[in-house]
């Protein structure tokens, strides 16, 4: 009875037999490996994990951790209790009822009960083994000798003659027994190199199917993207063409009023004109030559010219479909630079330019970091020594300046409630105090800034562009060949803020300007 309870506990709960290489999960309970492994993988289908004994759920799919005390348990009782109900051995001597068999005896070819075995005899001769309906098969085919040794050379069981006198003579054979402890240590041993590849193996499943679903994920994301990516694209296309026509209304306008104005002359010069012809055919009638000329000289005359208005119409229309083809190639190119950032910076393309800011041009009231990115300003002056590069107004340049090709920065503004930023050409004046050295305050200086109002500036014009920023991060775009500066707000989608047309001349640096209590900061 105690051998069919400790048999229950030693069952799988999945497959109802013993345990086959146990595995145990964080819950504590145990299973054969192939067992779970076969239910998680099918719990993964369904999308969640958890143990088949107690429904503990797994946020992610468990890793089976061998159990190897459990295994040697198994392998001991399995090794003295031999399955009774599947072998079906009974004794041989107990006739009125069958008693399941405990052993079988080799030479006597009979199996025994415990009650018989104690009878039977203690000769050497009389090999007991486990209990089997093929005891033949346990001797030599040829000496009929129980085979009682194993050669290593051969990988054959043998039996005596066969060591001394046959095939086997002079090979290092060892008793079964000893063979079986010796190779089973090895097949072990194999074992445990083949679990740990299993192991390896499946944490790299493992691995693999996290990786998937990060790509899944990752996919997701980017098509998301994507979606508002060509929506914003779509809305700013709409917002273009509305622009587009109504230019082209308010040139409609412009052409048709002096057009129709032209009518209603030509229409007053037609009545006119048909009033003389009447007159004249009338004056063509009369064949009186003194009636006649006192008639002729008594009208205006019919002599007239029609103004040339179509060419001055023509001109009108012209001046206006160059006027429409400007706003549209001025909209296109700036939707095509905004395209080009957006689809940079949305898939983590763009390549920001490496620059750093210049100490010899900062003004004595800028602290600039010791990695040369960042710029504060300071109450207390920094006591520089004066030179040609610095700026008597609070400003710094980058040290390096581009004279071609396309560059692109990213400034973190959010330690400043205040701030100026743009590009400037290097001979922009340094040594004077006023408007006119401030970035954007001049012609060479392009600058956005956000001081109460937020608005871009060039040469002293600014334009407002919208009143209330929540900008943390502003990206800039520098196409020098075409003369594009582009500014955007750095958010998720990215956002246009306004873009300059110029034609560059000198090497332009990147520029601050820093009020009180603020903070500018290039990204790297």
């Known amino acids: 009875m105690a051998s069919a309870e400790l048999r229950d506990e030693l069952n799988c709960s999945i497959c109802l037999s013993l345990y086959t290489d146990p595995v145990s999960l964080r819950c504590g309970h145990n299973f054969c490996r192939s067992c779970i492994v076969s239910v998680l993988d099918a719990q993964e289908a369904a999308g969640g994990y958890s143990c088949p004994d107690c429904r503990a759920e797994y946020p992610e799919r468990p890793a089976p951790e061998k159990n190897r005390k459990l295994r040697s348990i198994v392998e001991r009782f399995s090794s003295t209790q031999p399955d009774m109900e599947e072998t079906r051995i009974f004794c ?43 005891p033949e098969e346990r001797k030599c085919s040829t000496h009929k000798e129980v085979l009682k040794y194993y050669c290593p050379i051969d990988a054959a069981c043998i039996c005596v003659s066969c060591w001394v006198v046959e095939d086997h003579k002079g090979h290092d054979c060892a008793l079964l027994d000893v063979a079986f402890q010796k190779e089973k240590a090895k097949l072990e041993n194999i074992m445990e190199i083949l679990s740990s590849e299993q192991e390896d193996i499946e944490k790299r499943v493992h691995n693999l199917q996290d990786h998937r679903k990060d790509e899944k994920m990752r996919s997701t994301a980017i098509t998301k993207r994507v979606h508002y990516l060509f929506k914003d694209l779509r809305d700013q296309l709409s917002v273009l063409e509305r622009k587009v026509l109504c230019e082209i209304s308010r040139q409609e306008n412009q052409v048709l009023l002096p057009i129709s104005n032209l009518i209603q002359e030509l229409e007053k010069e037609r009545y006119e004109l048909a009033i003389k012809i009447h007159q004249a055919e009338e004056l063509c009638k009369v064949h009186d030559p003194l009636t006649f ?82 710029a504060s300003y300071s109450a207390t002056s920094q006591n520089r020594p004066d030179g040609p590069k610095r700026f008597k107004s609070r400003q710094v340049f980058s040290s390096r300046s581009f004279s071609s090709g396309r560059h692109y920065w990213e400034v973190d503004v959010s330690q400043a409630e205040r701030w100026l930023i743009g590009v400037a050409g290097q001979s922009l004046e340094r040594k004077v105090v006023g408007n006119e050295s401030f970035l954007g305050y001049n012609d060479k200086s392009w600058a956005l800034c956000a001081n109460y109002f937020f608005m871009a500036r060039h040469n002293n014009t600014p334009k407002q562009l919208f009143s209330d920023p929540q900008v943390r991060v502003v990206g800039i775009f520098l196409d020098y060949e075409a003369g594009r500066l582009s500014f955007i707000q750095v958010c998720d989608p990215i956002r246009h803020l306004h873009t300059f047309t110029a034609s560059f001349t000198e090497p332009l640096h990147l520029a601050f300007y820093l009020f009180p209590d603020s903070c500018l900061r290039i990204i790297n």
């Open 293 to 374: 000329l006192t008639e002729l000289n008594r009208s205006d005359g019919f002599s007239h010219r029609t103004p040339d208005v179509i060419g001055e119409v023509k001109d009108i229309g012209t001046q206006n479909l160059m006027s429409v083809s400007q706003v549209l190639h001025q909209g296109l190119a700036r939707f095509s630079d905004d395209m080009f950032m957006r689809i940079k910076r949305q898939f983590s393309v763009m390549e920001k330019s490496d620059i750093l800011l210049d100490v010899d041009t900062a003004h004595n009231n800028i602290i600039i970091s010791r990695d040369l990115r960042s």
């Open 92 to 134: 041989t001597y107990c006739t009125k009822s069958p008693v399941p068999a405990v052993r079988t005896c080799l030479q006597c070819e009979a199996s025994f009960c415990g009650k018989h075995l104690s009878r039977h005899s203690k000769s050497p001769e009389h090999t007991l083994v486990d209990p089997t309906v093929t």
